[in-house]
């Protein structure tokens, strides 16, 4: 059987607000003063933990990139070389909004009257202020935030989103997960929690990488016409889902026996 939704957990970097890109170009100019010099597409394709982090993993893949001729930059110096960067670009911006579309989620979910939490890889002070800029934080309230100081491993480890789970009154079971990158999709999987991929990076090879991740759907983005009803279906659910369904080219099913379509879902195990 499959226990219906109790409680959904947010990611919040690329998420609920899309500041993905802010921390990117920090980590291309990280990289750049540690001599590694790449293209976007570059870095999704050769440092594996460039969307969704840890930080300090994408710190260490650039180091290995690092030429051997060039002075040796140590990691540490790189992370904090990107927090720099981000920080300065993050206080460039005279606004942060949600992402187009969250707001009718959210506004779901409160209807249900089912609880919301947080669960980020970005510190507290950090997090509680991009909410708050985004006018997210009196929705979830201080105290149902988790962030990275807060659990003892970070994404693609579980620890965060069994916090979430705890915050929330819910079995991790019961708990569903909003995220954008693969590493978190790993670590709401590894707690035991269904996930449901809003990706910013649409590159093909990385959408792929959800289904492996154990994503209930795959969607363009949160205003893609099947969310709602699927996270309707979720919630109310009691049967266990039928097997994987991915759409294939000109929407042809490549899984004829596999679950009802979502449309703007990549495909739906639910």
């Known amino acids: 059987m499959n226990a219906p939704v109790k409680g959904v957990a947010f990611d919040l970097d690329g998420t609920l607000v899309d500041l993905e890109a802010l921390h990117h170009e920090a980590w291309l100019a990280a990289a750049r003063q540690a001599g590694v010099h790449l293209t976007r597409d570059q870095a999704l394709q050769r440092l594996p933990h460039f969307v969704g982090g840890p930080d300090p993993q994408v710190a260490v893949e650039i180091a290995a990139l690092a030429p051997p001729a060039g002075p040796a930059v140590p990691p540490g110096q790189t992370l904090a070389a990107k927090q720099r960067c981000f920080d300065d670009l993050a206080a460039s911006v005279e606004e942060i909004a949600p992402r187009a579309g969250v707001g009718a989620i959210l506004d779901r979910l409160r209807a249900l009257n089912v609880p919301i939490a947080v669960g980020t890889a970005t510190e507290r002070g950090v997090a509680l202020a991009v909410l708050r800029r985004a006018g997210l934080l009196a929705l979830f309230g201080e105290a149902r935030v988790v962030a990275a100081r807060d659990v003892p491993r970070l ?116």
Do not use: M, N
């Not at 620890?159 to 999709?185: H, I, M, N, W």
């Open 155 to 270: 994404k693609p480890a579980p620890d965060v989103y069994l916090a979430t789970a705890k915050l929330l009154g819910v079995p991790p079971q019961r708990q569903l997960v909003f995220e954008d990158s693969v590493t978190g999709a790993l670590a709401a999987r590894h707690a035991g929690s269904r996930v449901v991929a809003v990706p910013t990076v649409h590159d093909a090879d990385y959408l792929r990488r959800f289904e492996a991740a154990g994503a209930v759907a795959v969607v363009q983005d949160w205003r893609a016409p099947g969310l709602l009803p699927l996270l309707d279906r979720l919630t109310a659910a009691t049967d266990e889902p039928p097997a994987g369904h991915v759409a294939g080219p000109q929407g042809r099913d490549d899984h004829p026996h596999g679950a009802e379509e979502t449309p703007g879902a990549a495909y739906v195990r639910a």
